[in-house]
């Protein structure tokens, strides 16, 4: 993988994890990520983690499901995923490049994947997907949660109408307030928006369809993972409530 969010970006993350790295499962206000989870929880299945982290997720797999594969391309992510999940002893462990290392330590019943599919390249990103996808059974089903294009343009919006009720100017809202991505057009045009100084790939919830269908996979459910306003903005405002911003989660299930 070339630069950008390569391996060195990851392990040097690993020490901050927590401040950098927003917890999808725990930020998620409904629940629907914990839901779906232990809706497909089945003791005699396998399971996969592809892109694990530090491993937020893996205790809750190691319950619901026989074995966990835990993959990610981060050996340093790894080793605190190993650590804190050191007595879940069906977890195994893979240090790999999803992305051009397509060897799986089995075919599983039950696979996901939260914000991993987030590099610019879509060499990067299909090849990752390619492996998730050759690495479930016929039926199996994957969760994959991706950040949302649409909520990252709404979120804008809301800023903006933030600055006007502040009193500020509407070209003076639209320059200083909005994000360079949104000024310039990019994210529309493809998706890459600029998160806290990284271009991040974000996906309309179509797109997430179209994407996994081309790899063999059938969309059966689309849901809102909606987080406080407080993983957007500092010091929100108390008129600010919902709808709030979201990632997409979709399940799929292979053909
Ligand atoms: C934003 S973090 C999310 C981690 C975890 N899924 C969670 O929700 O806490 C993205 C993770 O994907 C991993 N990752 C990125 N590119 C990868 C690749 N090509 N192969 C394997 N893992 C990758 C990173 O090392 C990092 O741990």
Redesign the pocket.
């Known amino acids: ?1 070339k630069g950008g ?1 390569n391996q060195a970006y ?1 392990d040097d993350i690993a020490v901050r994890y927590d401040e950098e ?1 927003l ?3 725990k930020n998620d206000k409904n629940g629907v990520i914990k839901q779906s989870i232990r809706g497909h929880a089945d003791k005699t299945h396998l399971a996969a ?6 491993g ?2 893996l205790p809750l797999l190691s319950r619901c499901f026989s074995i966990v594969d835990a ?4 050996g340093k ?1 790894l080793e605190l995923a190993r650590w804190k999940c050191r007595r879940f002893p069906n977890v195994r462990y893979h240090h ?4 051009t290392d397509d060897r799986i330590s089995g075919k599983v019943d039950f696979a996901i ?4 599919l ?2 610019p390249s879509p060499e ?1 990103r299909s090849g ?1 997907l390619r492996t998730i996808c050759d690495g479930l059974l016929p039926r199996g089903i994957l969760l994959l949660v991706a950040p949302s294009l649409e909520s990252a343009l709404y979120s804008d919006f809301r800023l903006l109408e933030w600055n006007l009720r502040e009193g500020v100017d509407y070209d003076d809202a639209r320059r200083e307030g909005l994000t360079a991505d949104s000024k310039n057009g990019g994210a529309v045009a493809n998706g890459i928006v600029t998160l806290d100084g990284v271009a991040t790939k974000h996906y309309l919830r179509e797109e997430l369809h179209v994407t996994l269908r081309s790899m063999g996979l059938e969309t059966i459910e689309t849901h809102k993972v909606e987080y406080a306003w407080s993983t957007e903005f500092d010091e929100v405002p108390a008129w600010l409530k919902g709808p709030y911003p979201w990632d997409w989660m979709v399940l799929a299930q292979k053909r």
């Open positions: 993988m969010m990851w790295i917890d999808a499962v983690d592809f892109g694990c982290g530090i937020k997720t993959y990610d391309l981060s992510n790999r490049d999803l992305s994947s939260i914000n991993v987030l590099a990067t990752i």
